[in-house]
């Protein structure tokens, strides 16, 4: 009996290493892989202006990565881009998740942040963008594309949908620029309720389009599937979370594994396996502190540590 319907991935010709650097940018799809990235010490950075949903907004942030490395001065964040939201002091650029009680504060933050995230971006790894919706939401008031609304009056902002060519103008520079960068496009499976169930179909086949333009010209653009493994091979609400719109974690640790199974070398496997090791080690909650049993747990999970960050080039703790 077949049960489901298996989505076929071809692995990629060049595949990741754990000596590449991995940057991801997008919906809070990008958080949910990047995070299991992280916790099994790859080398990434996740949404450095925080979770964006629209290609303009992606392309904004990419744009800034890039050119805070040719003029620092000229693409830093200054007191006219601070906004003040109901969450603190924050800006069009930025997810709320980015907010800060002073407008300095704020300022300071996200300005090291950028500085931080063009140097990593400018080496020549991979860029891993997931997509979440085509609609954007323009500021009146200056006309830009917004990341986020912010909860202000929605009368400031107009709404629209982009098409595809313009999800392609919006990403190719930046593919292009770079032959040698790798870059992995996916559609979040999340689903935008707010939109309709229609609308929502519309935004996410333009993404679609788009994105398949961008791999169809460019040979360093790929795609990973992970919008169909969850609406065909995961195709029941137990794989959601309470929000009916959400992966649930085990949905979203299942795609991680087919993610891996795309795009990591075979040779590093075994690599992927000892972390995955160390992670539940590190995990692991000590209920009874300073006895022998637990003190001999505490050395062997730091052996493990600091094993592993051997292995991987990096300096032990």
């Known amino acids: 009996m077949k049960l489901n319907t298996p989505v076929e991935i071809k692995p990629l010709d060049k595949r990741l290493t754990y000596k590449d650097s991995i940057l991801f940018v997008g ?4 958080d949910e892989i990047g995070r299991r990235c992280a916790e099994r010490y790859f080398d990434v950075q996740v949404n450095p202006f925080g979770v964006l949903f629209n290609p303009c907004s992606v392309s904004d942030c990419l744009g800034l990565l890039e050119g805070y490395g040719i003029n620092a001065e000229g693409c830093s964040f200054i007191p006219d881009d601070v906004i ?4 603190g002091f924050c800006s069009f650029h930025h997810h709320g998740s980015m907010a800060r009680p002073t407008a300095q504060e704020f300022l300071d933050n996200v300005n090291q942040v950028l500085a931080d995230a063009s140097q990593f971006f400018y080496r020549e790894g991979w860029v891993v963008v997931t997509l979440g919706t085509a609609f954007i939401y323009t500021d009146k ?6 990341a986020n609304c912010h909860k202000l009056p929605a009368d400031r902002f107009e709404r629209t949908m982009i098409d595809a060519d313009q999800v ?11 032959p040698a960068r790798q870059w992995i496009f996916t559609v979040s499976p999340v ?3 707010a939109d309709g169930l229609h609308a929502n179909t519309l ?6 389009l788009g994105i398949q333009k961008l791999v169809e010209r460019y040979p360093n653009a790929h795609y990973f599937p992970a919008f169909e493994i969850l609406m065909d091979e995961l195709r029941d609400y137990r794989f959601y979370a309470d929000d009916m719109m959400h992966p649930s974690a085990q949905a979203a640790d299942y795609i991680f594994e087919r993610f891996m199974d795309y795009v990591l070398a075979d040779a590093d496997r075994p690599l992927l396996a000892e972390a995955e090791k160390v992670r539940s080690m590190m995990q692991h909650k000590i209920l009874n502190p300073g006895t022998p049993q637990s003190a001999k747990f505490e050395a062997q999970r730091n052996q493990a540590l600091n094993s592993l960050l051997s292995a991987l080039g990096r300096c032990p703790h």
Do not use: I, P, W
Request: proline fraction near 0%; charge should be neutral; include cysteine.
């Open 27 to 30: 919906s809070c799809f990008a």
């Open 84 to 87: 003040e939201t109901s969450g």
């Open 141 to 146: 008031d200056s006309g830009n594309v917004v």
């Open 168 to 178: 392609y103008d919006a990403l190719n520079q930046y593919v292009a620029a770079r």
């Open 191 to 193: 689903r935008h309720l």
């Open 203 to 208: 935004s996410k086949a333009t993404l679609h």
